[in-house]
């Protein structure tokens, strides 16, 4: 009953509020972001929803447009403001996908939506993390995020999944603002940093052994 209808329900009333209530902040950040990065304000990509839908991710910009003297972008590391590391930090960054979640491409608690690159990569188990919405935040963000590896990062999306419940959302729901408030630096960085490897990896060991995990 929770999985298949209140917890949707739940998404939509609360990100529909925190649009209401946050929008003053939305604005005031979409102004910053275009004065002192540029333009778009928005940062879209194609991401994997449930069942491996495709939706369009959306959040605040955190780079410039930065090329070298052929016209290449510059690496991420050196587009990176520290104005952009700030929204990171705070996950600012990740407001727009409140829309996201009102629309229905995602849930506020589910496993995050990552590169549509890396589809081919996830073992079978693997792939029950796209069984259910992706999340603004999840398990696996609130139980180290970028400090943990990948086989781990994934596990805990699938112990997500298989134990979804109202009282496993509110656990991860109270985690996120501890983590959010008093460890920023475990949610510094945006996934576009630090998921880039994941397929080289991943194609690596099947190479070796023939196998995902």
Not at 101 to 121: F, H, Q, T
Request: net charge positive.
């Amino acid at each position: 009953m929770y999985k298949n209808c209140i917890k949707r329900c739940l998404d939509f009333l609360l990100s529909l509020c925190g649009i209401v209530v946050l929008s003053p902040i939305l604005v005031v950040l979409g102004i910053l972001v275009r004065v002192k990065l540029g333009s778009p304000i928005i940062f879209k990509q194609e991401r994997p929803g449930k069942n491996e839908k495709i939706f369009t991710l959306c959040k605040f910009r955190t780079m410039t447009d930065k090329r070298d003297e052929n016209g290449e972008l510059l690496p991420d590391s050196m587009r990176l403001t520290k104005f952009g590391k700030f929204l990171r930090a705070a996950s600012l960054d990740e407001l727009p996908e409140l829309f996201n979640i009102l629309k229905g491409d995602m849930s506020i608690i589910g496993p995050r939506p990552l590169l549509v690159s890396y589809l081919p990569y996830y073992s079978e188990r693997e792939k029950l993390r796209h069984s259910v919405r992706p999340g603004l935040t999840g398990l696996a963000q609130v139980s180290g995020r970028n400090f943990i590896d990948w086989d781990r990062r994934l596990q805990k999306d699938v112990e997500y999944v298989e134990n979804l419940s109202f009282r496993m959302d509110v656990k991860v729901l109270w985690l996120t603002v501890q983590t959010v408030l008093g460890h920023t630096e475990e949610v510094a960085e945006d996934t576009n940093a630090v998921e880039g490897n994941f397929a080289e990896i991943r194609k690596k060991r099947l190479e070796e052994t023939g196998k995902l995990v």
